[in-house]
């Protein structure tokens, strides 16, 4: 069984502050882990995935994510983050299925 | 080059009403997915094709709940008998392949907004 879970339903940050959003993942067999952005009215779009190989992954807009397995850890960073950025992001996990577990999400908002 | 295409955008219709819902996937996709996005519920996984055929239906919530692919192409979902608690954003997505390998990236649709009134 999988599942995920996003810490932090809300996360406010100003313009150009360091942006952290938490994802811990529970997984039978190793894991393929996602970070999908969602702005209002539309479908998701890939930000990152994890695989397999290295570990620091490295994304779209200037995010980033690490898979650390001894903490069942994949959260996302971006070091400064932008107006633009606000958004609903939301973690996943596969395995040995192709259906996407997904996290509740955490709503990020940007101030000036 | 076109991403998933969802239609209508937005439906609204009486309790009781049958719904289709279509999904247009990136040409050549060969795995298709739908999933429900609900306040109370998050996002939800409803069904899984390969081809035309759907290994995964576990997550349809009840019998009036329905898929179906053709041509390996487009895919419909209906609903039928439609449900106040089925008001939600229905989501498609496709990935290139499927077959069990869960690292292939899925590229979502923009959604159809359901609401029953």
């Known amino acids: 069984a999988q599942s995920v879970t996003q810490l932090g339903s809300h996360v406010s940050v100003s313009e150009g502050a360091l942006v952290l959003l938490r994802c811990n993942y529970s997984s039978s067999v190793p894991p393929y882990l996602f970070w999908y952005v969602q702005y209002p009215n539309q479908g998701l779009q890939l930000l990152l995935k994890y695989t397999t190989g290295a570990t620091l992954v490295k994304g779209i807009n200037g995010f980033e994510a690490e898979f650390k397995k001894s903490e069942t850890s994949f959260h996302l960073t971006k070091p400064s983050a932008h107006m633009s950025d606000a958004a609903e992001y939301f973690c996943a996990v596969t395995g040995n299925t192709d259906k996407l577990i997904f996290g509740t999400g955490t709503r990020l908002q940007v101030f000036p | 080059g076109a991403g998933v295409s969802q239609s209508p955008s937005n439906k609204v219709t009486e309790k009781g009403k049958d719904v289709e819902l279509r999904c247009d996937p990136i040409?050549?996709?060969?795995?298709l997915y739908w999933y429900r996005q609900s306040l109370g519920q998050g996002l939800e996984f409803l069904i899984y094709?390969?081809?035309?055929?759907?290994?995964?239906k576990s997550g349809l919530p009840s019998d009036r709940f329905s898929a179906e692919r053709t041509g390996g192409s487009v895919s419909t979902l209906t609903i039928q008998r439609t449900q106040q608690e089925d008001s939600a954003v229905y989501l498609c997505a496709s990935s290139p392949s499927g077959g069990g390998n869960g690292n292939q990236p899925q590229h979502f649709g923009d959604g159809t907004r359901l609401s029953i009134l």
């Open positions: 040409s050549g996709h060969t795995a």
């Open positions: 094709f390969q081809g035309n055929s759907a290994p995964d």
